[in-house]
């Protein structure tokens, strides 16, 4: 995880206490847990990484008082936590004396929150503590096949609920990167995962007062993408794939997307702009129209707000034709979902810069980083259609007397087109500050964040808010 020879082992010597059940006849230097700090491209990391051969990697009090040592270090110093899970959560033998350890380990879990980034890879077989403390952290990473997250095991699954279920569909990645949306990406193997670790963490701020990193780019910030003014069909009823244009218009095509399993229909993750981190969300026309789901809500809530945490600026992309109507839908929330993202959005005082390449309807129009959520700057390719709905749908509902006659609704649905639907419209009232060419995204993205380099933006003080949960 750690660059070549720059990790720092501490705790090497701790010792587990308890002496019950045999334990004082198992001697276990470290006590099923690595500490230290290093640096990863050379910037500060806090590193533990379990050891499941020693006690099934499970927590004791000296365990957990190694990891809340680290912890504090981190806090102190301003620099993020990673954590490599392989345990079988609180020591058996130790009872109580192992629950309060994990207590403590999850206080400084949530006081570090927005504080420093934390992350998690899980990378075998985790149970009890050791999936809700990574649940406390920013990112949930696992390993196919081989990495397991589970509240309890299936043998306690099968005896309790007499459910037979293998570790992989109780837990496996396959669940939690799709289904539970736990985790946040999977990779093939170990190194691969602890590459791809390392990858994210060169996107990430070391504290929520450090500013982004800065990487140096090749990329020139004027290029402008030809391509781009043939990507979004007329036909609004023609999917495109918005990460074509996510790869066009970051530095070097580099994205690294989080939870790309997960609700589809809506694409987040890190790119760079002149070498500065940003984070991308944008609506995903290929996947269910780009509606905006409960799930798509609140993995896009999330994201949000991790951004604003961490003072990293959001760049959205809007091709939204409105919520996903149904009764499941319904069931599932989406009131409460979509509010977490209009409340992500509404309270970030990060740089926020909108671009609307197509579709932006309804009250996903508000939603998806509008004028009125104190974005910054909103831009809109010439295409972009901006009102409550589609004009088939709004002349099928305000000319419902004229339906059987085609060439009035043709020319009702023409004149909607050109006097709701239109930016310019939007433009004229100023919530669109320009329209674009498509060629011309990532230079315009470019020149507004520069501008709002120096933004500070301060909300009403508060203890903190009420976010929909
Ligand atoms: C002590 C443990 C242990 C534990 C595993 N071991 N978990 N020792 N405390 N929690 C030991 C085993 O006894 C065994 O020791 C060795 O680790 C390897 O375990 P296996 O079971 O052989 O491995 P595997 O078959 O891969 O199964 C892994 C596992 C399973 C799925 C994690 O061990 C398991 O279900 N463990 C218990 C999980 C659990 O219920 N934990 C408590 C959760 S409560 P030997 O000596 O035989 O090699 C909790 C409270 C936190 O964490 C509060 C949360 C809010």
Redesign the pocket.
């Known amino acids: 995880m750690a660059d070549e020879g720059s990790f720092e082992e501490i705790g090497m010597f701790v010792e587990r206490r308890a002496a019950e059940f045999g334990m004082d006849l198992r001697r276990a230097p470290g006590d099923g847990v690595v500490t230290g700090f290093g640096t990863v491209n050379g910037r500060p990391a806090y590193i533990y990484a379990k050891d499941?051969t020693v006690?099934?990697g499970?927590?004791s009090e000296a365990h957990a008082q190694k990891i809340t040592k680290l912890q504090d270090m981190a806090l102190a110093n301003r620099a993020p936590v990673i954590g490599l899970f392989d345990?079988?959560?609180?020591?058996?033998?130790e009872g109580v004396a192992?629950?309060a350890g994990?207590g403590e380990v999850f206080e400084r879990n949530v006081l570090a929150s927005g504080v420093v980034p934390q992350i998690s890879l899980i990378m075998g077989?985790?149970?009890?503590?050791?999936v809700?403390s990574p649940a406390l952290t920013d990112f949930i990473f696992m390993v196919k096949d081989t990495s397991?997250m589970f509240v309890?095991?299936?043998?306690?699954v099968r005896t309790v609920t007499n459910e037979n279920v293998s570790?992989e569909e109780l837990g496996g990645a396959s669940i939690h990167t799709v289904k539970s949306a736990i985790a946040d990406g999977a990779y093939e193997n170990d190194i691969e995962a602890l590459l791809q670790l390392r990858r994210l963490l060169d996107f990430l701020p070391l504290s929520n007062v450090s500013g982004v990193p800065e990487w140096p780019s090749f990329d020139d910030p004027l290029r402008a993408e030809p391509s781009l003014d043939s990507l979004a069909p007329e036909d609004p009823a023609k999917p495109y794939d918005i990460k074509e244009l996510i790869a066009k218009i970051v530095d070097e095509a580099d994205f690294f997307e989080i939870q790309a399993a997960f609700a589809e229909n809506i694409v987040v993750g890190f790119g760079r702009l002149e070498g500065r981190t940003v984070g991308l969300v944008a609506n995903q026309p290929l996947v269910l129209a780009g509606t905006l789901d409960c799930d798509a809500s609140r993995k896009a809530a999330r994201f949000v707000r991790f951004c604003d945490c961490f003072n990293i600026p959001v760049v959205t992309f809007v091709d939204v034709p409105g919520f996903l109507p149904g009764a499941a839908q319904e069931y599932g929330g989406l009131i409460k979902h979509g509010a977490k993202l209009l409340y992500a959005y509404g309270e970030a005082t990060v740089p926020k810069v909108t671009v609307v390449t197509r579709k932006a309807y309804g009250g996903a129009y508000d939603v998806m980083s509008s004028k009125h959520l104190r974005a910054d700057v909103n831009l809109a390719w010439p295409g972009a259609q901006i009102a409550v709905m589609g004009a088939k749908g709004a002349v099928e509902i305000i000319f419902r007397a004229e339906a059987d006659d085609r060439e009035k609704i043709a020319a009702r649905t023409r004149e909607y087109e050109e006097q709701v639907l239109s930016p310019f419209v939007a433009a004229e009232r100023g919530y669109i500050d320009g329209i674009i060419l498509p060629r011309e995204t990532r230079p315009r993205i470019i020149r507004a964040l520069r501008m709002l380099q120096g933004k500070r933006i301060e909300n009403p003080w508060k203890k903190h808010g009420n976010i929909p949960l």
């Not at 077989?125 to 050791?130: H, K």
């Open positions: 499941f006690f099934g499970s927590l345990s079988g959560g609180a020591r058996i033998q192992a629950l994990y077989p985790c149970a009890g503590g050791d809700y397991y309890t095991g299936p043998d306690v570790a």
